[in-house]
């Protein structure tokens, strides 16, 4: 996306909390005219929050948000160029698929020539042709997820905003519809603003990701610079797998980890700063121990139909590494890491927190201790998951 886009929206330090809890920590973001951008985090993150103050259904406690420059922050949702598909359709039940559609322009008393042309047109735009009497009740839900877009769409908002609008579908019709999204998307030309925690879909989708974590932004930027070049360890831990270690960059282009030094492609740090370093698992070559930079037992193979996905121990700490080679469980190895394979980042406060593979979720780690409630957390999701329309 380029830079020169016009931007149509603005947050401002906006900052929202709920029952003294800060939900929303001072939030800028920059959202372009045809852009698809997505809000990307786990539950809790502040994702759903930020997209109901986008589309007016909650007001900031502080900060600015603007369209087109002016400041709508008290501007009710019916006023806004926007319209919102939720992952609950809130399709009339009582009404056909056409009267579902063509809902909001009636209301707007649009001529009756002009309507049927409309709806028709989007009908062809999701791909629903030929289904304007069917009732919404007869639909699969991929089918119903389409109904609710068109009636978003006939009404030619600026922005369209979809919270979670695939969590209801299967994983294959989840695959589909991601591609159906970004197709209508590219075909209307509209803004739109997507909220999900699934990393897969948000880089598929998207010409921006934003990356949120407590309320926070923790980065911005295309699929491919999220996914390469972490800003943090968050970061690099939520989008797919990450082998994060604690290193030093000694001079630019040198780094050590694991005991061992390396050639990297990153430079601008100070002399001898302490780093994370991410290894992604299919950057990594299993070579005999001879040949090899770092060693390692081999602790689990698991087949993924296209790859291994190995853990190996090294000096106590286990990395997840990727291969299409068959590795015996209990065999020693050796990994080789090219230059670019290595990506170095600043400490943060998440360093520590990733990129071991002893257990693959925080929740298995907590299992086993008879203290962890995991219901204990508030998940922002909660406070705001009725469907206002």
């Known amino acids: 996306m380029e830079n020169n886009t016009e931007i149509i929206i603005r947050l401002q330090n906006v900052v929202k909390s709920y029952d003294g809890e800060q939900i929303l920590k001072s939030i800028n973001l920059d959202i372009r005219d045809k852009e698809f951008i997505t809000l990307l985090g786990p539950s809790g993150c502040g994702k759903t929050t930020t997209?109901?103050?986008?589309?007016?259904?909650?007001t900031p406690d502080d900060g600015h948000v603007y369209f087109d420059g002016k400041d709508v922050k008290d501007v009710p949702p019916y006023e806004r160029p926007v319209n919102t598909v939720f992952q609950k359709y809130a399709l009339f039940p009582h009404l056909n698929v056409y009267e579902n559609i063509a809902f909001g322009p009636r209301l707007r008393k649009m001529?009756?020539?002009?309507?049927?042309?409309?709806?028709l047109k989007m009908l062809e735009v999701v791909n629903l042709k030929g289904f304007e009497r069917r009732k919404v009740t007869t639909l699969s839900g991929g089918q119903q997820q389409r109904v609710a877009i068109a009636r978003a769409l006939i009404n030619e908002p600026r922005v369209l905003l979809l919270d979670e609008p695939l969590g209801a579908l299967d994983l294959k019709l989840r695959k589909d519809m991601q591609m159906e999204l970004k197709n209508i998307q590219q075909r209307t030309g509209i803004t739109f603003v997507y909220v999900t925690h699934d990393q897969e879909e948000a880089l598929s989708m998207s010409d921006t990701?934003?990356?949120?974590d407590n309320g926070e932004i923790q980065q911005i930027g295309s699929p491919q610079d999220i996914y390469?070049?972490?800003?943090n360890a968050f970061v690099a831990d939520f989008i797919g797998e990450s082998n994060i270690v604690d290193g030093v960059m000694h001079e630019d282009y040198l780094v050590s980890f694991s005991g061992k030094?390396?050639?990297?492609?990153?430079?601008?740090?100070?002399?001898?700063?302490?780093?994370d370093v991410v290894v992604r698992p299919e950057d990594v070559d299993v070579v005999s121990v001879e040949r090899g930079m770092l060693t390692g037992v081999v602790t689990s193979v698991t087949f993924k139909g296209v790859h291994y996905e190995i853990i190996v121990d090294i000096g106590g700490f286990k990395w997840m590494i990727q291969t299409t080679d068959y590795v015996e469980n209990g065999a020693s190895i050796g990994l080789y890491i090219e230059p670019d394979a290595i990506h170095v980042m600043k400490k943060s406060e998440f360093s520590g927190m990733f990129g071991d593979y002893s257990t693959f979720s925080e929740e298995m780690e907590h299992m086993s201790d008879p203290t962890f409630d995991p219901d204990s957390e508030d998940e922002e999701e909660d406070v705001s998951e009725e469907t206002e329309e």
Not at 111 to 119: A, I, N
């Open 228 to 231: 390469n070049e972490p800003e």
């Open 209 to 212: 990701v934003v990356v949120m």
């Open 51 to 58: 997209l109901r103050i986008i589309g007016g259904f909650e």
């Open 111 to 119: 001529d009756k020539k002009e309507l049927h042309e409309k709806v």
């Open 261 to 275: 030094k390396f050639r990297c492609l990153d430079n601008g740090f100070e002399k001898n700063e302490p780093v």
